[in-house]
């Protein structure tokens, strides 16, 4: 990852996190978005912390799942726009290594390759997107509402931009930009910006048994996969069967190819090593 190496995240355990939340337990790794008396809407430090949380789930063997939720009513309002533009609005957080550039979490989450759920109980806004976007998965309950309403302030969601036409086409992508309007979650659900939707009092334990059961399967396999399919749209048609089939090969003499197989045979549960 381009923004932290390896080394940066060895002092993860000793980091205290002013704005976010971390825990992992039996290969499930959350981050938990913590300043709800903002909405969750991000600094510029508080943006390193959610990068610096995802390098360290990148380099981590023992996490396969990441989850990311959130604190209060609002899921992410986006970014705060007083500190992006005012460095004295900005509390920095000394403990954090320095970041390599600046934090882009668009390009965080897709870094990691990682399976991930967004966990949505909240209004999702503006840069929150860049979140949803960058999850594998989003959950989210029925009274969620999601917005772009960045062109109601004279901005318009350059980044978000990015993010969502990977994930919507670029006529609804430009339909949330120009008009600002807001989606409930049966819209999002449509769109394919959600991908499931939960009662709300179920949905922590409904995002608990899908990380339980990604985890159940092979992470280096899934590792290589997501990122062979985020290097797929920047390979040329004609090579993209060559370059997919150089990537299965890397996988079958992996010891979990090995394994699974193994296990498969003798019809025991297999014992990932993740390599």
């Known amino acids: 990852m381009r923004f932290y190496t390896e080394e940066d995240v060895q002092t993860f355990e000793s980091v205290k996190f002013l704005y976010i939340k971390t825990s992992l337990s039996n290969h499930i790794f ?16 508080m943006a390193e912390e959610i990068v610096f949380a995802l390098a360290y789930a990148h380099y981590n063997s023992e996490v396969r799942c990441l989850i990311v939720n959130a604190e209060g009513p609002v899921f992410c309002a986006g970014a705060d726009l007083i500190s992006f533009h005012d460095a004295a609005a ?30 949505i109980e909240g209004s999702v806004l503006a840069g929150g997107f860049l979140i949803i976007c960058g999850s594998t998965f989003v959950f989210s309950v029925i009274e ?17 931009m990015a993010s969502l036409n990977q994930i919507i086409s670029p006529r609804k992508t430009l339909e949330m930009c120009i008009t600002g309007k807001s989606y409930d979650a049966e819209e999002a659900l449509q769109l394919g910006l959600v991908t ?9 334990e409904e995002v ?8 159940q399967n092979a992470p280096y396999a899934i590792q290589q996969g997501m990122n062979a399919f985020q290097h797929l749209k920047d390979t040329p ?15 079958l003499r992996s ?17 990932w090593k993740g390599k």
């Open 255 to 271: 010891e979990d190819a090995k394994e699974g197989m193994q296990a498969f045979k003798e019809k025991r549960s297999p014992n």
């Open 30 to 45: 959350t981050i938990t978005l913590s300043r709800p008396e903002k909405r969750n809407a991000f600094t510029p430090t």
């Open 237 to 251: 048609g004609n090579e993209q069967h060559s370059f997919l089939k150089a990537q299965l090969d890397q996988i």
């Open 144 to 160: 969620a509402s999601y917005s772009l309403p960045e062109v109601k302030r004279g901005i318009w969601p350059m980044q978000v």
């Open 196 to 204: 499931y939707i939960a009662l709300a009092g179920n949905i922590a």
């Open 90 to 119: 900005n509390i920095k957080n000394p403990a954090l290594p320095q970041i390599r550039e600046e934090a882009k979490l668009g390009d965080a989450f897709n870094e990691v390759c990682k399976p991930s759920i967004a966990q």
């Open 208 to 215: 608990q048994l899908l990380a339980a059961e990604i985890c």
